[in-house]
Each structure stands twice: as C-alpha cells, then as structure tokens.
C-alpha cells in the first residue's frame, strides 16, 4: 500500500535525495569507491561541503560576514554551544515549548537567564507578541517553529540585541532575512537530510567576545577556520543534504517553496476548520506551515482512536500527536507532496460522512 509520510522528524526528504543518496552510497562521485569507505578529506568531498555552504548562502540570500558550518550533536548541542559562545553575562529567552525550554536550560548554567514571554500557561497554544528584550542581554533566543505544539514565528522580527534562532523545523520553508540574525542552527532530520548533520550560519562578528575558555570542538571559531573539518563531518547526511538544496534550487528556490508550503498548510487548515469532526489546537494566526496540530472536537472525542485506525488502513503514517498535545499532528515539510496532504483531507472526509 501506498504510505503518506507525516512523520515530524525524522521525517519525509525528497526521492532525488534518497536515489542519489543510494547511488554515492555504491559509487561515489566516479570515485569507484562507496561515500562512506573514503576520506572526508578528498577532493570530492571537500567539494561536497563547499557546495553545501555555497548553495545554503544561495537560497537564503545570506549577506557577507556570515559564515556556514555543518556539525555533529544535534540542534540539542547547540543548546549549549550557543550560550558558550555567546553568554556573558545575560541572555533572553521567549519560551515557545518543549525545545525552547530545553535551549533555555542549559544557558542557565553559563549565566542569568531572563524568561521575556511564556505561553506555557496555555499548553504553548500561541507565541506570545507583547514582551521587552532587555537592551542589556548578549542575545535573545527564539525557536521560530514549535514542531510539538504547532506554532511558528512567521516573520524576521527586529531585535535590539543579537537574535539567535532555532530553525530546526522550518528552515528552508520560507525565505528568512538572515540579516536580522547573529546565528541561525538546526538539526537537519526535519527538512533537509538524515539525523546526524546540524547545520549553523553566524555572523563572524559576534564570536570571540566571551571570556571564558571554549573547549576548542566548541567554539565555532575552530568549525569555520577548518571548513567544518576540524573533525571528521557527518559524511553522509552532509551529502543528502546537498542533494535536497540541488532539489529546492531546482524547483525554484525558497519563494516558489513557500508558496507550496502556504497552499498545503492552507488546504489542510481549511478542513480541520471545516469538518465537524475536528479543531486545530493553535491560534490561527500562528499556525505552523510545517507541523499541523488537531483534535476531535469534544463531542467526537470518543471517536480518536477510530480515526487514528482509519487513517492507518488508508495509509497515513506518523499523525498521532505528540503526548504533551495529544489528538494528531500532521507534519507538512518541504518534501510532502500536495497529493499526500490531499489524500489525508479525503481521508478526514470519508471518516465524518461515515458518521452518520
Ligand atoms: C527536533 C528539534 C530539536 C532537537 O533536535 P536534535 O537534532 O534531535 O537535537 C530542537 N529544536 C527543534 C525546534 C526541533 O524540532
């Protein structure tokens, strides 16, 4: 049977980066050799990363004085690799849900942490608008998608102070004006390529102004001076991840992606608001484009695990939502076809005429 994949991560890449994938995997770059079985430092694949930080400053349009690094440890190291390098004294956070929390807890071991705004209060329903940057903080924190909650940050806000952001979620979903910016980061297993590479763009001015010593893997300086070959990379999902910014090159770039994004998020809010059957459980204006939380409304609420069983015999993978929200997420990244979100509204169709 035919699986739609809503999977939040890891979770749905492009069949050119999967096929091309498996190729290098067999044959690399004319090398005869596999792209697993070779130096990080040939040629080749020097050549492969140099792409990669060539076509991320392509797509995202990023300014001089940025520089683009490819990492191990996942979004969570930088966690800590953000405050290491960056907290002095006070650092402002904007608590958005489960990842932002845990950003916030680690920075809390390297200096004061001022909480500018919550919505725990409401589950994480909404990003909260009103709050005051402090104008003496080394930088502010933000997730801009909150991949368990279902709200996102749909705009490049103005920040008195540097802007660190978590894009884990949605990078590449939209254009960002990365000039707003003094670093960027994020796990690549949701948008881009495998579990294992977490890519970082920085501004280079921001760095070296901490006193305390950084333990050289994590300091970003170390990671740019080498060309993000200070180590042996994360070989294989680096070159997935070339693969998937040739595809969104291919068919037209972040603006053409965005559209995309806008029409199946949109598709795919228009019934949840439509059927009688279910309710989104963030405010509308900060709905996610990536990751589509819903309910059954509460005179249906007996009626989940039905849906959750039809749903899987017509196919549907990865839509139960995640504990904290419950009911069912339905993740609409980059690689998602128009035609999956379609099925899955059918699908969410076909259940509420059966209710008679
Ligand atoms: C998945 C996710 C993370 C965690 O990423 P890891 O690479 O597993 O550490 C952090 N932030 C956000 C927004 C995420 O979606």
């Known amino acids: 049977m035919r699986k739609y994949n809503f999977n939040a991560g890891p979770s749905i890449l492009p069949k050119e980066t999967i096929e091309n994938t498996i190729k290098a995997i067999e044959n690399f770059a004319g090398t005869g050799l596999g792209l697993m079985e070779i130096s990080h430092r040939t040629k080749e694949f020097e050549a492969v990363v140099d792409e990669a930080a060539s ?29 290491y390098n960056l907290l002095e004294k006070k650092a402002a956070y904007l608590n958005t849900g489960t990842w932002a929390n845990k950003a916030q807890k680690e920075a809390k071991m390297f200096g004061e942490v001022v909480e500018v705004a919550s919505s725990k209060e409401a589950n994480y329903s909404y990003i909260p608008k009103n709050y005051t940057i402090p104008s003496d903080a080394d930088y502010f924190h933000i997730t801009t998608n909150n991949t368990i909650f279902g709200t996102e940050i749909h705009t490049d806000m103005d920040c008195p102070v540097t802007l660190v952001a978590d894009m884990s979620s949605d990078i590449f979903s939209r254009p960002v004006d990365v000039s707003k910016y003094g670093l960027i980061y994020g796990g690549a297993q949701k948008n881009l390529a495998p579990a294992g590479v977490t890519f970082i763009i920085v501004k280079d001015e921001i760095l070296g102004k901490v006193s305390r010593p950084i333990p050289t893997m994590l300091d970003y300086r170390t990671h740019i001076k080498e060309g993000s070959m200070f180590n042996t990379p994360p070989v294989l999902p680096i070159f997935a ?116």
Request: proline share 2%.
């Open 55 to 83: 076509l991320f400053k392509e797509l995202l349009n990023i300014p001089a004085g940025y520089s683009v690094i490819f990492l191990g440890g996942g979004a969570s190291l930088e966690f800590c690799m953000v405050p």
């Open 241 to 356: 991840a070339l693969q998937t910014l040739k595809w969104l090159k291919s068919i037209g770039g972040l603006q053409e992606m965005y559209k995309l994004n806008k029409e199946k998020a949109g598709l795919l809010y228009d019934e949840i608001d439509r059927n009688k059957l279910f309710k989104g459980t963030a405010n509308v204006e900060d709905r996610s484009l990536m990751n589509i939380c819903f309910v059954m409304n509460e005179e249906y609420s007996h009626l989940e695990a039905d849906f959750y069983k039809f749903a899987t015999s017509k196919g549907m993978v990865g839509i139960k939502g995640h504990r904290s929200v419950g009911g069912f997420r339905a993740s609409t990244y980059n690689a998602l076809p128009k035609e999956d979100v379609l099925a899955l509204i059918e699908t969410m169709q076909e259940f509420e005429a059966a209710q008679k």
